[in-house]
């Protein structure tokens, strides 16, 4: 199980994530990233990591379980 | 394991920075040959030191995350284009040239108003801008210059709206900017320009001192200068950057971008017929066209291991947005435009803390404008060869004039 954490001091509010995931990703009142879901679902790993990868401030990270 | 440094043969790409195109709209080709051979490598600059060129999509966007790489230009070894270009990039102010963390002090003050939300309540305004453009071309009768018809007021005009400036403000704004970042432009015109540009804009600071709106310096005003969370001088120089950021940049797009479509009519026909393609297409034409061609450099501040080599504390980085969005391994047939591709990957809006601000803001000008021109002259064309543009190696890449008609010859 991988777990999504979303760092609101690192986002710059760009809104890349919510273009290419929007199931996992929106931005606040404040126009920065909030999390919808905890976790990646069966079969959303690629969108996911496509979301990480083109965030450009590393504001969305990913564990592992057990890392 | 070996890694090379700045001065190792192994590495010279052999290019002077900038290399030449041989297409005008395609990227020049030697970042092709060298991000097969050598992806992050040497080049020369033209006062003969030497800079690091990272041609990969991937290495673009980890060397522009990573925070060892600082954006401003008064730190030693920062790579730039010509003279001209540093003495330009000197008197830029505004957080585009600050690093971490006073840049992201400033960019959070508007990440609000520049969000895809607040944006998105434009649109109609954008809309009604650009029917009312394209009505004034239809009128005047081809042929047009475009970029004094459309592409530079529309911006131009969408940026006064945000500030809450007449209309008739663009021109002036338009006019002290292009003096302002003119390459040609003796140093001490170009100064005056952007001193009337910070003067104008202290002035509006001091109105809405007085007199408080709505709009977005009159909330900066309260806010964030009235609090000391800003300076007077920061917050004219982020302004300054508001309006500067917006010109070249949308005003290229969108005339090459009516080029581009000129030389692919199926591409044309395609947006044409499908309105609904204008939000994939624009992002397309954004990763085609990379019109900010020299804008990603960089200077290290830490050591840096990437793809082999060291890239010292002090070394230039120049990682090419046209190189990245060319990048074959990323974009399947990348010198092909093709509006049905998922391009979303692009980084035509830089990468890292600085990516752009504006980018929800252009996308709309973009998706509007191509959408109602290729709908409004559906046998639009140029009224020059396309080999007799002046295809300009400023900046922002781009076409000063571009004459287009239509109708009966
Ligand atoms: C198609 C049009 C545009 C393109 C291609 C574009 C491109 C870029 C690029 C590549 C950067 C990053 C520069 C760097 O890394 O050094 C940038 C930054 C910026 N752009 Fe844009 N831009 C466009 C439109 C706009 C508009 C309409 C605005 C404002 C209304 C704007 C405001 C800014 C600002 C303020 C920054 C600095 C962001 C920061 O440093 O955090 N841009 N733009």
Redesign the pocket.
């Known amino acids: 199980m991988t777990r999504i954490e979303a760092l609101q001091e690192r986002c710059?509010g760009a809104g890349n994530c919510v273009d290419v995931a929007e199931k996992y990703f929106d931005l606040g009142d404040d126009g920065l990233v909030v999390a919808l879901r905890e976790t990646v679902e069966d079969g959303d790993e690629s969108l996911v990591r496509r979301a990480v990868g083109i965030c450009p401030a590393t504001a969305i990270l990913l564990h592992d379980a057990g890392s | 394991m070996t890694s090379y440094d700045l001065d190792a043969p192994e590495v010279d790409s052999g290019i002077t920075w900038p290399p030449r195109r041989a297409d005008p709209l395609l990227p020049p080709p030697a970042f092709d040959e060298v991000r097969a051979r050598c992806p992050v490598s040497r080049v020369s600059l033209y006062d003969g030191s030497a800079a690091w060129l990272a041609t990969r999509h991937d290495d673009m966007r980890a060397l522009?995350r990573n925070p060892a790489m600082s954006?401003n230009p008064r730190v030693g070894g920062y790579p730039n284009s010509s003279a001209n270009h540093s003495a330009s990039r000197n008197t830029q102010g505004?957080?585009?040239?600050?690093d971490a963390p006073e840049?992201d002090v400033?960019?959070r003050m508007?990440t609000k108003a520049?969000s895809v939300r607040q944006v998105e309540l434009l649109r109609p305004y954008v809309e009604q801008l650009v029917d009312e453009l394209l009505d004034g071309m239809a009128a005047a009768g081809g042929p047009v210059d475009l970029v004094a018809a459309l592409a530079e007021p529309l911006?131009a005009r969408?940026?006064c709206k945000?500030l809450d400036l007449p209309s008739s403000d663009a021109a002036f704004l338009l006019g002290r900017v292009a003096t302002w970042m003119n390459l040609n432009s003796p140093p001490d015109v170009s100064a005056q320009a952007s001193g009337d540009l910070a003067a104008f804009l202290d002035n509006l600071i001091l109105r809405r001192l007085e007199k408080p709106g709505e709009d977005i310096v009159s909330h900066l005003v309260a806010q964030q200068f009235q609090q000391g969370a800003i300076s007077r001088q920061d917050l004219v120089g982020?302004l300054q950057?508001?309006?500067?950021?917006?010109?070249d940049?949308?005003a290229?797009?969108i005339a090459l971008g009516t080029i581009a479509f000129l030389r692919f009519p199926d591409q044309a026909a395609e947006l044409r017929a499908h309105p609904e393609l204008a939000a994939p297409a624009m992002e397309e034409l954004?990763r085609y066209l990379?019109?900010?061609h020299h804008?990603?450099?960089?200077v290290a501040t830490d050591d840096i291991m990437i793809r082999g080599v060291c890239i010292h504390a002090g070394d230039g980085v120049i990682a090419p947005?046209p190189a990245a969005n060319h990048d074959p391994e990323v974009f399947e047939d990348p010198h092909v435009l093709n509006i049905r591709r998922d391009a979303r990957d692009h980084?035509?809006?830089?990468?890292?803390?600085?990516?752009?601000?504006?980018?929800n803001?252009?996308?709309i000008?973009?998706q509007v404008v191509f959408v109602k021109l290729l709908q409004r002259f559906p046998d639009l064309r140029l009224a020059v060869a396309e080999s007799d543009l002046d295809f300009r190696n400023s900046m922002?890449y781009g076409v000063p004039e571009l004459l287009v008609t239509w109708g009966e010859a």
């Open positions: 710059i | 522009l954006a505004g957080f585009i040239r600050m840049h400033q960019r508007l520049f911006p969408a940026i945000i982020m950057l508001l309006v500067v950021g917006g010109f940049t949308t290229n797009m954004l990379s019109v900010a804008v990603a450099s960089r947005i980084v035509s809006f830089g990468f890292g803390i600085h990516q752009c601000l504006g980018q803001l252009a996308r000008e973009l922002i």
